[in-house]
Every structure is written in C-alpha cells, then in structure tokens.
C-alpha cells in the first residue's frame, strides 16, 4: 500500500478539466511540498509539477497543482489525447525520513 | 543535456548481489543530489534511496534498508546502487535520477534487474 493515496484511474472528454487528487498526512503532504510527474507509456517518469505549483520550463499551463491540508490535487484544462498517462505525486515524509509516493492515476481520454 | 544512463542490470538469483550504475552528463553532476527509484513493470513507482551531494547525507527507503548500499563519485559522475541480499520483490526497472529543487526534474531510461531462480 502506497503511503500517498491517489484514485486508480480517472477521465475526461477533450476540452474538459479533469482533477486527479493525492492525499497524505502531517507526516508528509501537511508540511512538504508536493511534485507530479507524468508517465507516457513506455517512457520514463517526467517531472510536471514541483513545489507544489511550480511548472518546469516547457510544461503547458494547462497544468496547475494546488494543495489544502494534508491533501494535494493536479488539475488538467483543455485535455488533449496525448494527456493519457500514468499520473503520480510524491513528497517527502519526515516520519519515515524518505520520499513517498501515490500509487498513480491513470488518465483515460475518452 | 542532461543525461542519465543506467547500466549494471540483469537476472540475478535470490540471496545473491548486484550492483547498479549510472554515469551522468551534461549537468554539474557534483552539485546535485542523486536518486534512486524503481518500478516493477505495470506498477507504480518506489523510491529507493538518495544521497546528497558530497555523500555526506543517505537515505534509503525501509524494504531495502540494510540491504542496499548507494554511493556515488563525483569525480567520474558516476552513480552506484550495490544491492545485496537479492529478493524477488526487488525485480524491478531501476531509474536513476538527478534531484534539483526537491524534485525529481531528470530520469535516465531504466536498467531491469530480475531477481529469480
């Protein structure tokens, strides 16, 4: 079981905004921040979101992060086909002294 | 560009050891600190253990804690995971992977490591 727990699958229309949620605890979401990262089939993990609402260079702004409590959520405007993927948050747990993550959402457009 | 390519994977039975590495390019790699993170095929990701970057910070995650062993030179920007005490829930595509403002912004392509008999 993953230490951060996110819904196993989700799914949007093209156009539509879909939001895949990640939650946590004090140990970790509460007082740390959240990064995402997106898997294309196939591919190795790439970073989407860090510091919990930081874009790196490059990522469409049609993603935001956002985060309320123990709680962290990655919001996608304008889905488009190739959003479909494996979606993960992480953060770091300070009772465990390492890094968790959510056990990924998969992204279906539908 | 920075580039992170693993190597050092392969079947391996139970009890035996292993050892991963990673040379890195096109970054500073003496400046960062290093990951790594695995995932089984078809599952989700596990991170595995970090080392900052002068070695004098190691965390590893509790499944391998005792087991596994992470080291780096940064003379040769080359990244290592020594595994020991192979078991079958360690097979898993292993990535390395360069940490820059708490987050994990590079990822090299992975090496397999089959843990069977």
């Known amino acids: 079981q993953s230490v951060l727990t996110q819904a196993p699958s989700a799914s949007g229309t093209p156009g539509q905004r879909v939001t895949i949620s990640c939650s946590g605890s004090?140990?970790?979401?509460?007082?740390?921040?959240v990064n995402w990262y997106q898997q294309l089939p196939g591919s190795a993990p790439k970073l989407l979101i860090f510091s919990t609402f930081q874009r790196p260079s490059g990522v469409p702004d049609r993603f935001s992060g956002s985060k309320s409590g123990t709680s962290a959520s990655l919001a996608i405007s304008g889905l488009q086909s190739e959003d479909e993927a494996d979606y993960y948050c992480t953060s770091w747990d300070g009772s465990l002294n390492g890094w968790v993550f959510g056990g990924g959402t998969k992204l279906t457009v539908l | 560009e920075v580039q992170l390519v693993e190597s050092g994977g392969g079947l391996v039975q139970p009890g035996r050891s292993l050892r991963v590495s990673c040379a890195a390019s096109?970054?500073?790699?003496?400046?960062?600190?290093m990951h790594w993170v695995r995932q089984v095929p078809g599952k989700g990701l596990e991170w595995v253990s970090g080392?900052?970057?002068?070695?004098?910070?190691?965390a590893y995650a509790d499944s391998v804690k005792g087991r596994f062993t992470i080291s780096r030179d940064n003379a040769m920007s080359s990244l290592y995971l020594e595994m020991n005490s192979l078991r079958a829930e360690d097979t898993a595509l292993y990535y390395c992977v360069k940490e820059e403002k708490a987050a994990f912004d590079s990822w090299g392509q992975g090496t397999l490591v089959t843990v069977s008999s």
């Open positions: 004090s140990s970790n979401i509460e007082y740390h921040t």
């Open positions: 080392i900052s970057w002068n070695s004098g910070f190691k």
């Open positions: 096109g970054f500073s790699f003496e400046n960062y600190p």
